[in-house]
């Protein structure tokens, strides 16, 4: 039974080989320790289940133990006993007692266990073999590539690459270490995750990017999308402190990936770089020219990887129709979500920028937008902390940027004009809250500023609702005060009325 296994690989082709004694010595394996965890999972059966979080049936290197494991695996999969008689009674079923042994040789692995309670031990010591075994056969297989005609040093590196991320994938998404590598208490959960951190860019109160949660700008071809987001940059790289007078937390690096029209990118970002920023530019800033070396779909820690070969706390994703196979199919839709929240796990913030569907024919341009306008699957923004969606026409200057997804306070609509010959956003000075109120000494009501903003005399309850939260988040933040309004009487109520504060007055006149 100490068979090596067939299908260990070999060199052949130009006579270029590496040592004979290299290539046929038995790979690494322990058989007393596969025979230990067989025998110690017949005596006890609910063993199995811890043992079945370590191991797969290709971690086995003898084919007979690999068999045995399986068939131990239907029997408690069906909730039936793991015993020799009755493990022997469906290995007979199977055709596979006399492949494996026969019974005798079951019995003697029914006894191969010093102690059944070390069972996880056994089953680390296959697992470690096991590594070894398929890192080997990495190894060789990448030296036989070195020997193909017209190999190519770059191909071959990114499919070693490739194979060592995936062993890496594998060692963290089984054994113990699937099951509580990211486990934590509850407390510490609720206190120590950072859900009460400062947000990247916005207040508490009105959040448009949250930390640990991405940010999405959508939009036309041409309405800015990639404007707005350059000055989110500068100010993450601490060359501004606010965007669309919303302040922008300061960070350590970005890496933007420059996939579609790189140049176009460069020559938009130029707008808001001048000379004294040469150095935090090439601290704080390192540009990915092109496609990636593969889609994020394909391989969820690319993402992730890419922050950390580049010590980036930021990654810019422009856009992401360039990063994902095809962004209408669910199962690739979420594997993407995949590789957006690994990166996220580790520390990484990330911000996408991407195309909305084509509007109907016959929508109001004034309409506000929903989620559905967002290009492709539903999982493309189920997983998005925050979604801006901007609307107007590509080269508009005055566009208006809506708030779909918000993790805290939505955010306008705001009426923006962007300066395309600085590169900068502001919001429309007619349409600011806090201008309307500074222009009218005599204040104004709920409904007068959701007329006002939403541009229809008898605003609807939405609208009207959400003038209200904005003024009262102005009294909040100082900017406004409120004198409240009276009941109702024989000479009528009166609603009430909200002022520019005297500390605001003074301070932008």
């Known amino acids: 039974m100490d068979d090596p296994r067939p299908n260990a690989p070999h060199l052949t082709g130009n006579g270029h080989l590496p040592s004979p004694a290299d290539i046929t010595a038995i790979p690494p394996h322990d058989a007393a320790a ?15 289940d811890t043992v079945r979080n370590l191991l797969d049936g290709p971690d086995f290197y003898r084919p007979a133990h690999e068999t045995v494991w399986r068939a131990i695996l239907a029997l408690r999969s069906e909730g039936k006993p793991t015993d020799p008689v009755v493990l022997c009674d469906r290995l007979r079923a199977q055709d596979d007692l006399e492949r ?20 996880v031990h056994y089953a680390g010591i296959v697992r470690k073999m ?39 994938e594998r060692a963290l998404a089984s054994g113990q270490g699937r099951l509580s590598r990211y486990i934590v208490d509850g407390w510490w959960f609720v206190t120590e995750t950072g859900a009460d951190k ?33 000055q989110v940059i500068i100010g993450r790289l601490g060359l501004a402190d606010r965007v669309l007078d919303m302040p922008v937390a300061p960070g350590k690096r970005v890496l933007y990936l420059a996939m579609d ?19 935090r530019m090439r601290d704080g800033l390192v540009v990915w020219q092109g496609p990636l070396p593969a889609t994020l779909d394909k391989e969820p820690d690319l993402l992730a990887d890419l922050a950390a070969a580049h010590q980036a706390d930021t990654i810019v994703i422009d856009s992401l129709k360039d990063g994902v196979s095809t962004l209408v199919d669910d199962a690739l839709a979420s594997a993407y979500n995949n590789a957006r929240q690994r990166a996220i796990r580790n520390g990484v913030e990330v911000m996408e920028l991407h195309h909305q569907r084509k509007a109907a024919e016959g929508t109001p341009r004034a309409q506000r937008p929903a989620l559905d306008r967002v290009y492709g699957s539903t999982w493309i923004t189920s997983g998005a902390g925050s979604v801006l969606f901007i609307s107007g026409e590509a080269g508009d200057l005055a566009v208006t940027v809506h708030h779909l997804k918000c993790p805290t306070g939505e955010i306008g609509p705001l009426q923006v004009i962007h300066d395309h010959e ?28 959701a007329t006002i903003q939403c541009g229809e005399n ?40 909200y002022r520019a504060s005297a500390r605001h007055i003074g301070a932008v006149s």
């Open 458 to 497: 008898n605003p609807d309850r939405a609208a009207t609702e959400k003038a209200r939260r904005t003024l009262d988040r102005l009294v909040k933040a100082g900017l406004a005060a409120k004198a409240e309004g009276t009941a109702g009487g024989t000479g009528g109520g009166q609603q009430a009325r």
């Open 422 to 449: 600085r590169g900068t956003t502001t919001v429309d000075p007619a349409l600011d809250p806090v201008e309307i109120l500074r222009k009218r000494p005599d204040g104004l009501t709920v409904r007068e500023l």
């Open 130 to 168: 096991s590594d070894l075994r398929r890192l080997r056969a990495s190894g060789i297989r990448t030296v036989q590539r070195t020997m193909e005609p017209g190999a190519d040093p770059d191909l071959i590196r990114s499919e070693a690459e490739a194979e060592v991320r995936a062993e890496r």
């Open 100 to 119: 494996v042994g026969g019974t005798v040789y079951v019995h003697q692995l029914a006894g191969a266990a010093p102690a059944v309670s070390h069972a």
């Open 198 to 230: 400062e947000p990247l860019w916005g207040t508490r109160a009105q959040t448009a990017w949250a930390s640990g949660e991405s940010l999405m700008i959508v939009g036309a071809p041409g309405v800015g999308k990639t404007t707005l987001a350059h």
């Open 261 to 279: 029209r790189p140049q176009q990118i460069a020559r938009a970002l130029a707008r808001r770089v001048e000379p004294e920023h040469e150095q």
């Open 34 to 48: 596969e025979a230990a965890v067989l025998g110690a999972c017949m005596h006890d059966a609910a063993m199995v």
